[in-house]
C-alpha cells in the first residue's frame, strides 16, 4: 500500500498546494480548500490554517478546525477537513470529518487514510464520538464510514443544500483510534 505522508500545510508547500488547487479546476474548490482565496498570500494562508486549528481568533460560530492535506511524492492527493467540536449546524450537515480526494488519485485507498487519520485527531482530543454527515447516493463516502464501524442515527432533510443528509456516529472508545 502507497502510505500517504498527512499533515498540516508549511510555507514550503505553496507550489504543491497551487498544483493540487488546479486539479479541482471547474468543480467546487472547497474539496480543496476553505480558506485560500484568489490572491490571498501563502504566507497568510498557513497562518490562518494555525490559528484555526488553534481556535485563535474564532468567532461564536465556527469552531477550531484543523485542515490536513495528504502528500504523496511531493503532491497532494487529497485533504481532511476536521471540526474539532460541533455546533448547531455542523451537528446536521458536516460533522466532524469532511475529506476529499483528486479524483485522478480514487480508489487507491488515499480517502481512507485521510478519514482514519481524522479518527485519530479526533480520539487524540478526548473525544469519544465523531459525527460523519453524508449524502445516501454518496456511495464512496457511505462505502468509507459503514466500512470504519460508522452507525446511523437518522436522515434529515438539510434546507440550506436541498438535500437529504445521513448522519453517522462512531464510537471511539470501542475502535482502534484511542
Ligand atoms: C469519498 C472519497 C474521499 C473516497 O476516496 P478514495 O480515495 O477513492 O477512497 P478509498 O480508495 O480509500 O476507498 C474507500 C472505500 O470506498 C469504496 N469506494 C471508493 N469509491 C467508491 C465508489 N465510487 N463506489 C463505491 N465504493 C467506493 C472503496 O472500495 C473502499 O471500500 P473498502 O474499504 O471496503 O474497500 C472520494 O470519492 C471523493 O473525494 N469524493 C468527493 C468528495 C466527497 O464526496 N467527500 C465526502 C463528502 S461526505
Same mark, same amino acid.
Given at each position: 500500500?502507497?502510505?500517504?505522508? +498527512? ?9 504543491? %498546494? ?22 490571498? !498570500? ?21 469552531? !477550531? ?5 495528504? %502528500?504523496?511524492?511531493?503532491? +497532494?492527493?487529497?485533504?481532511?477537513? +476536521? ?19 483528486? !479524483?485522478?488519485? *480514487? ?19 478526548? *473525544? ?7 449524502? !445516501? ?26 438535500? +437529504? ?14
Amino acid at each position: 500500500m502507497e502510505l500517504l505522508e +498527512i499533515r498540516q500545510l508549511t510555507l514550503h508547500d505553496e507550489s504543491a %498546494f497551487l498544483a493540487g488547487l488546479k486539479e479541482w479546476e471547474g468543480e467546487d474548490t472547497s474539496w480543496h480548500t476553505f480558506t485560500w482565496k484568489e490572491g490571498m !498570500p501563502f504566507g497568510e494562508h498557513v497562518v490562518r490554517l494555525e490559528n484555526d486549528a488553534l481556535g485563535i481568533g474564532v468567532k461564536a460560530g465556527p469552531v !477550531p478546525h484543523t485542515m490536513l492535506y495528504g %502528500f504523496l511524492d511531493g503532491q +497532494i492527493v487529497g485533504r481532511c477537513s +476536521i471540526r474539532q467540536e460541533l455546533n448547531e449546524r455542523l451537528l446536521t450537515n458536516g460533522g466532524n470529518i469532511g475529506y476529499a480526494v483528486t !479524483p485522478r488519485f *480514487r480508489k487507491r485507498g488515499f480517502g481512507s487514510q485521510l478519514f482514519k487519520t481524522g479518527l485519530s485527531y479526533i480520539s487524540e482530543l478526548g *473525544r469519544k464520538k465523531v459525527l460523519l454527515t453524508c449524502a !445516501p447516493s454518496n456511495t464512496a463516502s457511505v462505502a468509507m464510514i459503514e466500512g470504519n464501524g460508522g452507525v446511523m442515527e437518522n436522515e434529515v432533510f438539510v434546507e440550506e443544500d436541498g438535500e +437529504i443528509l445521513r448522519r453517522y456516529w462512531i464510537d471511539l472508545k470501542s475502535s482502534s483510534y484511542h
